[in-house]
């Protein structure tokens, strides 16, 4: 019989692809594993088309039946990377060994609230990995994982101005403070010579309007007009991202792409910042990803999500970043993928 393992975690898009290391090494190192994966439905597409997974289940509405669908199942370990109520009223209902990653809740109020800095250096998939060495799973330094639908976008997705290469800008986020403002982005877009796709979802199309009204050949917005899996494989066409801390950056990192993030009053201190393999934030060795924060600003980080406005009004932590430096990188990454 072979050994099965749930690994649980809800949500969201960027923290899910931040699971999937341990996903791929659980597998690749004991491929006698049936491994079984808890999310909510809404995430489906994040997942549906990764080959380490054999089950995938689905949280909607109703715990109570997911749990009772899970039970049949009788699962060997839990791996929760979620950490939170639900999954403990799900550990509690299996009566299984799990392993719980350490959220590190104490560390990142400090952080927030009294500006004491506690938090490792390092990835929040280190801390991930951490749940699975019980069972003497190793990293293998391969970072992480995305797969798309077997239908790619082609040329003709896209204006023909853009087929030589564009630069990707994911100007989205779950929450407004950690969205770079759209005169931020027409700065930018003014500054970088080359075409550029503006990546987001339907909430973004609004904001990719007022951004592409500039120049509307050179920037062409995409926002809305692509499925989440659509928007990966621009992100894989592209030369460079740019990117607010949101899910996308996470998939450019998983393709090894070019990622310059901007930070707003998040930071990448807590361990969510582009995860190539082996790199942790004092490590500086690693080329692809260029991180972009005020470091100067007494209020800063102030949560360890998001406002849908600043606390202090004035969201100097985005208006305040250097748009001529970030195009100045833009240039020398793309070069990089070239």
Known sequence: MPVKVLIIRFSSIGDIVLTTPVVRCLKQQKPETEIHYLTKYSFQPVLRNNPYIDHIHYLDNDLDEVIGKLKEVKFDYVIDLHHNLRTLRVKKALRTTSYSFPKLNIQKWLLTTLKINL?????????????????????????????????????????????????????????????????????????????????????????????????????????????????????????????????LMHIAAAFHKPVISLWGNTTPGMGM??????????????????????????????????????????????????????????????????
């Open 273 to 338: 910042f582009p995860f190539y393999g082996a790199n942790n934030l004092k490590d500086k060795t690693e080329p692809l990803s260029v991180i972009v924060e005020n470091r100067d600003l007494s209020c800063r980080p102030c949560s360890k999500l998001g406002y849908a406005q600043c606390p202090k009004k004035h969201f100097k932590c985005m208006n305040s970043l250097d748009m001529g430096f970030v195009a100045l990188e833009v240039q020398r990454l793309w070069k990089v993928d070239k």
């Open 119 to 247: 938090m490792p250096d390092t990835s929040i998939v280190d801390r991930y990995m951490e749940t699975v060495k019980p069972l003497g799973i190793k990293d293998d330094c391969r970072g992480l994982d995305y797969f798309t639908d077997d239908q790619k976008l082609t040329n003709n997705d896209i204006p023909m101005s853009h087929w030589n290469g564009f630069a990707g800008f994911v100007i989205g986020g779950s929450y407004a403070t950690k969205q770079l403002p759209a005169a931020q982005w027409k700065k930018l877009c003014a500054l970088v010579p080359f075409p550029v796709i503006l990546l987001g979802g339907p909430d973004d199309r609004e904001l990719g309007d007022e951004i592409a009204a500039d120049d509307p050949i050179r920037i062409y917005n995409s926002c809305g007009k692509f499925s989440l899996n659509e928007s990966a494989e621009l992100v894989k066409l592209s030369s460079v991202i740019v990117s607010n801390d949101t899910g």
